[in-house]
């Protein structure tokens, strides 16, 4: 059906993934709310829920675009969808967040998050290059690296459950959503139907993407970098600056770097160890950059007394980001 659809021309597919886009956020929010009234149904607690539900569905649009993208065999979409999110989280949301309002930090984000997001891009980029320094059969992310990474992702949900037990007045409750007034009943369709969502955003996504790409005559890597990583990543932007403008930028911090390593360690990791995942022409910059985008932010928050991302370094990502895209696509 959805083949048929995209014979009408390049407009449809562009409506096609903004409704993609839709049903990808709609589909996590309803999860969510279902996931999380269910959870405390069982008596599990608001800081557990926002540490395992809250934080794994904010990570399901780019999963499920992945997912989807591992079973179409468009591999690309699936490393751009995630190298292309945590660029963006880190260039363009922290970068209009701190413009609006200055971001602080906690200790934990710049003594763990941070590193860990810096660590994410280098990690992705000597996984690239080991396999083919030692002429592995797949020149890209292997199974092998996939499962090294959710290794460090088990680790990184270790230390994130203990730091919250040992820092309660740190916890996520205030990001779980109200759900005393959710019967189980509708719990479960909420579930069900945030399911659905998922599912078909994604093919949406995914087949309205690669056509794009080839109307356009460009790579599903460059469609990946852009138009799909920007669109999954919509939810925190959203988020993020709204919290800005009411100066609670802090939380902003928590969730993009928290989205990168979820990004990096589970679901690229995932899509890896299902199917390995082939490098594209320019990986090895795109993931330096990745890398950058976290050492500008840390670097800037410890440049200030305030432990603060100031206005200037916001300024500076956006124009970071703004070279680096029109090198991309100039390159293309």
């Known amino acids: 059906m959805i083949e048929s659809l995209l014979s009408y021309g390049w407009y449809v597919a562009v409506i096609l993934i903004v409704l993609g886009f839709v049903a990808l956020v709609k589909g996590a929010d309803y999860l969510v709310d279902g996931a999380s009234a269910i959870a405390k149904r069982f008596g599990i607690s608001d ?9 794994f569905g904010t990570s399901m649009p780019e999963f499920v675009v992945n997912m989807v993208s591992v079973a179409e065999g468009t591999t690309d979409l699936a ?37 860990l997001s810096i660590i994410a891009g280098i990690v992705v980029f000597i996984a690239v290059w080991a396999s083919g320094y030692f002429h592995l059969p797949i020149y890209g ?38 759900t005393k007034e959710i019967s189980i009943r509708r719990a479960i369709c909420l579930v069900i139907g945030g399911l659905v969502g998922l599912i078909v955003g994604g093919e949406l996504i995914v087949k309205s993407a690669v056509d794009l790409a080839t109307r356009m005559g ?6 990946g970098l852009t138009i799909v990583a920007l669109g999954t990543s919509l939810p925190e932007l959203a988020t993020s600056v709204i919290a800005a403008a009411k100066h609670n930028s802090d939380i902003a911090l928590g969730n993009v770097f928290g989205s990168n390593i979820f990004n990096v360690f589970f679901v690229l990791a995932t899509s890896a160890v299902i199917r390995p995942l ?13 890398a950058l985008g976290s050492i500008i932010v840390w670097l800037s928050i410890k440049a200030n007394h305030d432990r603060k991302i100031q206005r200037w370094a916001g300024l500076l990502l956006l124009l970071v980001y703004s070279g680096y895209l029109t090198y991309r696509l100039i390159n293309v």
Do not use: M
Request: charged share 15%; glycine share 6%; hydrophobic share 50%.
């Open 278 to 290: 082939p490098a594209y022409d320019g990986i090895e910059l795109d993931t330096w950059i990745a």
């Open 141 to 178: 992310i292997n199974r092998i690296s996939g499962v090294l990474l959710l290794l460090i992702f088990c680790y990184f949900l270790y230390n994130t459950f203990r730091h919250a037990k040992e820092h309660p007045e740190e916890g996520a409750s205030d990001e779980v959503p109200n």
């Open 218 to 223: 460009v790579s599903e890597a460059v469609i």
């Open 47 to 55: 800081l557990v829920i926002g540490l395992t539900v809250v934080a």
């Open 79 to 115: 490393i751009t969808n995630i190298v292309g999110s945590n660029i963006i989280n880190t260039f363009v949301i922290l970068g209009l967040t701190a413009l609006v309002y200055p971001i602080a930090s906690q200790k934990r984000s710049r003594d763990f998050d941070i590193p």
